[in-house]
């Protein structure tokens, strides 16, 4: 409509013009023009067919590019209709908690995607999260940690050729203060149910029996960020699904549209799980040097053959190869030598998994190359943080823990973070020879040979009960003999008494894909703020004891320390017996 006003406005007054000068004909040369803006204005109303077809290949060009890789779309037909009319608006948001590792550069990779397929991208700091996640950090080392991420996202979508121009940064606090922010913040707590808070937050936030508020707020003001953010669309990992579906079902109930929601896979850590900025040797931290960077990919479990479980290959196949494909680069090379069969090269980690699993590739040289190819790839992020201003940012808003542990003293204090604590897989189980209340076990720990464990579970539990079962093992126990055998650590185990005087016992049962060896730990004293395990508790100090006393399985039967749920970068640990002590 508005075009053809425009062109009746443009005629009369040509017409007016030639009148003023005498002439009731119009200029030949200003009606030659005219044509052609009719021409074209009536080719943008009304598009040729090949047009159409032109821009629905573009659309679905885009789309294309928009969701590869990503491992689930909530909302793709609206997203369609979107991108076939206008660029979406999405963001993606990270809470300034923990530093930045190796694995951002997955959502980083899919913000180039977005911005080549013509999205409109919003980046957020979201530091109001971060200090609701139960007060990780306090809100001046928060405002630090805030300034640390931005120039380090910055610097790692400068290193894969990111233009930060078509970017917007924002910090939560620049909006979640307003007075609407907060008045609907109120008007969600009116009808989210406590229920459905708890749920949304429960891959995300802490979980104890007892939730604080700030817990059961979060999910509420994610999906509020949607709303005063203004966008179509939200991203990010698979972990945050249930506080987008929380999204859908809530924005409507305020008068606010759904929006779409795009997930990422969660990329597993060197050691199994979830890579985590809270466990230090799942994750390889941006500004790792040379030597810790192939210290920790040395030590990173990578079983020869093995394609399922391999924190290597996760590597490769999520972060390796798509920014070989967004920087160009054809191939990944092993490099080795001609008496270990030579080079090889891979142009794809279809092409890598199966030369691996037919074992065509050695750990080793796999481990040697991903090695060199991550050098070079932060090489560029830690140049940035070489400048004496961005070092004197980084100490400050990461302050190394304190040393705790002084010789001839032991100031630090007791509580769960001394304890090494692992999964670990019973193979074998024996009476012991001289006590009938014993067993013998022989536990994998992915140590490089199992351990022999002595407990006293004969009398609860059949030997077959227990073979070939996931358990939770204290690994840092000084060794003891047990009626001449010597034991290497502590089953856990939940029991009661009940009131007919019988006592039950039953072991701590970790999340079914654990592997040997992986961490355990209790929410909210992880080793990288707490500092690392004990090298072996000393008995004279009766720290297990004394943290003992805070150990039980809640009535909900999750292990817990003072409420502090234990668990793996799996999930939670778990008894089969509730209100239980742990020991």
């Not at 109303?45 to 909530?74: F, Y």
């Not at 929006?259 to 060197?270: E, T």
Request: charged letters at 25%.
């Amino acid at each position: 409509m508005s075009l053809n006003i425009g062109r009746n406005f443009l005629t009369k007054l040509l017409i007016h013009r030639s009148k003023q000068s005498n002439s009731y004909q119009i200029i030949p040369r200003l009606y030659c023009e005219l044509s052609k803006y009719i021409k074209m204005t009536n080719e943008c109303v009304h598009p040729s067919e090949d047009n159409s077809k032109d821009l629905k290949k573009i659309a679905d060009e885009n789309l294309k590019i928009i969701t590869r890789n990503l491992q689930e779309v909530i909302g793709v037909d609206r997203m369609q209709a979107i991108i076939s009319e206008r660029p979406l608006r999405l963001y993606w948001g990270t809470a300034t908690t923990g530093k930045p590792h190796i694995a951002y550069f997955v959502p980083m990779i899919k913000i180039a995607d977005f911005l080549k397929s013509g999205c409109e991208v919003t980046i957020l700091f979201a530091d109001l999260h971060a200090y609701l996640d139960n007060l990780k950090a306090p809100w001046e080392l928060l405002k630090l940690r805030t300034e640390y991420y931005q120039a380090v996202i910055k610097a790692m979508l400068l290193s894969i050729n990111v233009p930060l121009e078509k970017l917007k940064f924002v910090k939560g606090t620049d909006y979640q203060l307003s007075r609407e922010y907060v008045l609907d913040v109120f008007k969600l707590s009116t009808i989210a149910t406590e229920h459905d808070c708890k749920k949304a937050g429960c891959e995300v936030v802490k979980q104890v029996q007892h939730p604080a508020l700030s817990g059961l707020l979060y999910p509420g003001l994610q999906a509020l960020d949607e709303e005063y953010l203004n966008v179509d669309a939200q991203f990010g990992g698979v972990d945050q699904r249930k506080i987008f579906t929380f999204a859908e079902k809530y924005l409507p109930m305020l008068g606010y549209k759904k929006r779409i929601h795009l997930m990422n896979p969660m990329v597993p850590g060197l050691t199994g799980g979830k890579m985590s900025s809270s466990e230090e040797d799942s994750k390889i931290d941006l500004l790792d040097d040379e030597k810790l960077i192939k210290k920790k990919i040395s030590k990173a479990f990578c079983e020869e053959g093995n394609i399922t479980e391999n924190g290597v290959l996760a590597f490769c196949k999520f972060v390796l190869f798509p920014v070989m494909e967004h920087k160009g680069i054809s191939l990944f090379q092993i490099f080795r030598s001609e008496e270990n069969g030579g080079n090889l090269d891979f142009s794809t980690y279809i092409q890598l998994e199966e030369a691996f699993s037919e074992k065509k590739l050695h750990p080793g040289d796999l481990k040697a190359s991903v090695t060199n190819f991550l050098n070079e790839l932060l090489a560029p992020i830690r140049k940035v943080f070489d400048d004496p201003e961005m070092k004197k940012l980084s100490d400050l808003a990461y302050p190394k823990p304190v040393k705790e542990n002084v010789k001839g003293s032991d100031s630090r204090p007791i509580n769960p973070a001394r304890l090494d604590m692992r999964v670990g897989k019973v193979l074998s189980v024996k009476p012991h020879p001289d006590g009938d209340s014993l067993y013998i076990e022989e536990i994998d720990l992915g140590e490089d040979k199992p351990r022999q464990i002595v407990s006293g579970l004969k009398a609860y539990m059949k030997a077959e009960e227990l073979n070939n079962k996931l358990c939770v093992v204290l690994c840092n126990l000084k060794p003891a003999n047990m009626r001449g055998v010597k034991s290497e650590g502590m089953l856990l185990a939940a029991s009661k008494t009940n009131m007919d005087g019988n006592r039950q016992v039953v072991l701590l049962q970790p999340p079914n894909d654990c592997q040997p060896g992986d961490s355990v730990y209790f929410n909210g004293f992880s080793h990288l703020e707490h500092g690392k395990p004990d090298d072996q508790l000393n008995p004279k100090k009766k720290i297990f004891e004394t943290i003992k006393t805070k150990l039980q399985v809640s009535d909900e039967f999750v292990a817990e320390y003072d409420s502090c749920v234990m668990q793996t970068e799996r999930g939670v640990v778990t008894a089969t017996l509730n209100n239980a002590e742990i020991s």
